[in-house]
C-alpha cells in the first residue's frame, strides 16, 4: 500500500503550505506560532537601501538617526574630487588605513560604479574615474562610516557630496544661485579643490582666481557657517611631484598660500592648505591614496553634532520648559 508521504514515483510528497501551518498550529507539544503574514502583522515588502548615492532628502533622513559629518567637495570639473572618493574606498578594501577600519556603508553600489573605470575589468590601459554628470542643483551624496581601531572603537559617519564642478561654476558667478545650495550650510569641511595638473601649466592663475571667486561667493553669501573648516587642496599633486626641482612651482604654491591667506583673513585657523594624489600617476613611487590618509584623520577629529544643523526650526514660540530649553539650546546654532 502506498504511504500518504509517497507518490508513485518513489518521491515523497511535500505536504502543501496549509498543511504546515495546520500541524504547526495545532501541536500539542509546540508554543503554537502563527502565520504573521496572513493576520497582517508582517510587512509584505521590507525596504531595503537602494545602495545608490542619497539624495538630498535621503540624506537628511540618514542624519536623523544619528551624528554626521558632512564633507562638501567643491571644485572646477575634472579637478579630482570623486578620485579622491573612490581612492578612500578603495583604501579600506584593501586595508591600508592605519588607525581605523571600515564599518558600513549605505551606498556602497554607488561607490564601486564610480571605481570601475579605474579596474582592469573595464578594459582601460589606464586608470580613470567616472565623471560626475551635472543634473541640475541638487546634490547627491556617498556614505562612509568607520571605526575608531584603537581605544572605545567609536564610529563615524560621513556624507561626502559628489556633485558636478558644473554647479560650483554657477554658484561661483552668481550669489543668488549660492544660496540656494542650501548643503553648503551643512559642510564641517569645505575641500576646494586647486588641480595641480593645470598649476604646472601657463595660465594657471586663472584657476587660483576662479577657486577664490567661488569661496568669496560661498562666504559672501553666508552659506559656508562659523565653524566650518576651509582645506585649500591641491589635488593630483604628483604633477607638481615631477618636478620638484623646478623652484617656480614652489614658489607658485607660496604665493598662491599668501594671497588666500589675505583675501580671507577673517576664516583664520580654520583656513588650511593640504596636497593629495590619490590616484599618481605622474609620480607612480607616490603611494596610492598619497595624502588622503591626512585628510581622514582630521575630519575623524572633528567633534561629533548630534543633530543635522536644518532640521531644527530656526525660531521658537511657547511657554512650556521644554519649548524654553528648545529655544535656549538651538536657536543660536539654527541656520
Same mark, same amino acid.
Given at each position: 500500500?502506498?504511504s500518504?508521504?509517497?507518490?508513485t514515483?518513489?518521491?515523497?510528497?511535500?505536504p502543501? &503550505?496549509?498543511?504546515?501551518?495546520?500541524?504547526?498550529?495545532?501541536?500539542?507539544?509546540?508554543?503554537?506560532?502563527?502565520?504573521?503574514?496572513?493576520?497582517?502583522?508582517?510587512?509584505?515588502?521590507?525596504?531595503?537601501?537602494?545602495?545608490k548615492?542619497?539624495?538630498?532628502v535621503?540624506?537628511l533622513?540618514?542624519?536623523?538617526?544619528?551624528?554626521m559629518?558632512?564633507?562638501? /567637495?567643491a571644485?572646477?570639473i575634472?579637478?579630482?574630487?570623486?578620485?579622491? /572618493?573612490?581612492?578612500?574606498?578603495?583604501?579600506f578594501?584593501?586595508? &591600508?588605513?592605519?588607525?581605523f577600519? =571600515?564599518?558600513?556603508?549605505?551606498?556602497?553600489?554607488?561607490f564601486e560604479?564610480?571605481?570601475?573605470?579605474?579596474?582592469?575589468?573595464s578594459g582601460?590601459?589606464?586608470?580613470?574615474?567616472?565623471?560626475?554628470?551635472?543634473?541640475? +542643483?541638487?546634490?547627491?551624496?556617498?556614505?562612509?562610516?568607520?571605526?575608531?581601531t584603537?581605544?572605545?572603537?567609536?564610529?563615524?559617519?560621513?556624507?561626502?557630496?559628489?556633485?558636478s564642478g558644473?554647479? #560650483?561654476e554657477?554658484?561661483?558667478?552668481?550669489?543668488?544661485e549660492?544660496?540656494?545650495?542650501?548643503?553648503?550650510?551643512?559642510?564641517?569641511?569645505?575641500?576646494?579643490?586647486l588641480?595641480?595638473?593645470?598649476?604646472v601649466?601657463?595660465?594657471?592663475?586663472?584657476?587660483?582666481?576662479?577657486?577664490?571667486?567661488?569661496?568669496?561667493?560661498?562666504m559672501?553669501?553666508?552659506?559656508?557657517?562659523?565653524d566650518c573648516?576651509v582645506?585649500v587642496?591641491?589635488s593630483? =599633486?604628483?604633477?607638481?611631484?615631477?618636478?620638484?626641482?623646478?623652484?617656480?612651482? &614652489?614658489? #607658485?604654491?607660496s604665493?598662491?598660500?599668501?594671497?588666500?591667506?589675505?583675501?580671507?583673513?577673517?576664516?583664520? +585657523?580654520? /583656513? &588650511?592648505?593640504s596636497?593629495?594624489?590619490?590616484?599618481?600617476?605622474?609620480?607612480?613611487d607616490?603611494?596610492?591614496?598619497?595624502?588622503?590618509?591626512? /585628510?581622514?584623520d582630521?575630519?575623524?577629529?572633528?567633534?561629533?553634532?548630534?543633530?543635522?544643523?536644518?532640521?531644527?526650526?530656526?525660531s =521658537?514660540?511657547?511657554?512650556?520648559?521644554?519649548e524654553?530649553?528648545?529655544?535656549?539650546? #538651538?536657536?543660536?546654532?539654527?541656520?
Open positions: 500500500m502506498e500518504e508521504h509517497s507518490t514515483s518513489g518521491h515523497p510528497k511535500v502543501e &503550505k496549509s498543511q504546515f501551518v495546520s500541524q504547526i498550529t495545532t501541536s500539542a507539544d509546540s508554543s503554537a506560532p502563527v502565520d504573521l503574514l496572513a493576520e497582517g502583522k508582517a510587512p509584505e515588502f521590507i525596504n531595503l537601501p537602494r545602495g548615492e542619497l539624495t538630498d535621503e540624506a533622513e540618514l542624519a536623523k538617526s544619528r551624528p559629518q558632512w564633507i562638501v /567637495l571644485g572646477p575634472d579637478s579630482g574630487k570623486t578620485t579622491l /572618493l573612490t581612492s578612500l574606498y578603495e583604501l578594501q584593501w586595508k &591600508k588605513v592605519k588607525g577600519a =571600515f564599518a558600513g556603508s549605505t551606498t556602497l553600489p554607488a560604479e564610480r571605481c570601475y573605470l579605474s579596474r582592469r575589468d582601460n590601459v589606464v586608470p580613470r574615474t567616472q565623471r560626475t554628470l551635472y543634473k541640475g +542643483p541638487d546634490p547627491e551624496y556617498l556614505h562612509l562610516r568607520i571605526r575608531s584603537t581605544g572605545l572603537r567609536s564610529v563615524t559617519d560621513f556624507l561626502f557630496t559628489d556633485v558644473e554647479l #560650483f554657477h554658484a561661483r558667478d552668481s550669489v543668488t549660492c544660496k540656494e545650495m542650501l548643503f553648503l550650510k551643512r559642510a564641517h569641511h569645505f575641500l576646494l579643490f588641480d595641480s595638473a593645470r598649476g601649466q601657463q595660465g594657471r592663475w586663472a584657476m587660483v582666481d576662479d577657486c577664490k571667486a567661488l569661496l568669496r561667493s560661498c559672501d553669501s553666508e552659506m559656508i557657517w562659523e573648516v582645506n587642496l591641491w593630483r =599633486f604628483d604633477y607638481f611631484m615631477a618636478k620638484e626641482a623646478e623652484d617656480g612651482h &614652489k614658489q #607658485f604654491r604665493e598662491v598660500e599668501k594671497e588666500f591667506r589675505k583675501t580671507f583673513a577673517r576664516l583664520g +585657523p580654520r /583656513l &588650511k592648505f596636497e593629495i594624489a590619490a590616484r599618481p600617476l605622474e609620480k607612480p607616490l603611494h596610492f591614496g598619497h595624502g588622503v590618509q591626512a /585628510l581622514l582630521q575630519w575623524a577629529a572633528t567633534p561629533l553634532e548630534m543633530k543635522a544643523r536644518d532640521l531644527f526650526p530656526t =521658537f514660540s511657547g511657554t512650556r520648559e521644554s524654553l530649553f528648545a529655544a535656549r539650546h #538651538f536657536s543660536s546654532n539654527s541656520q
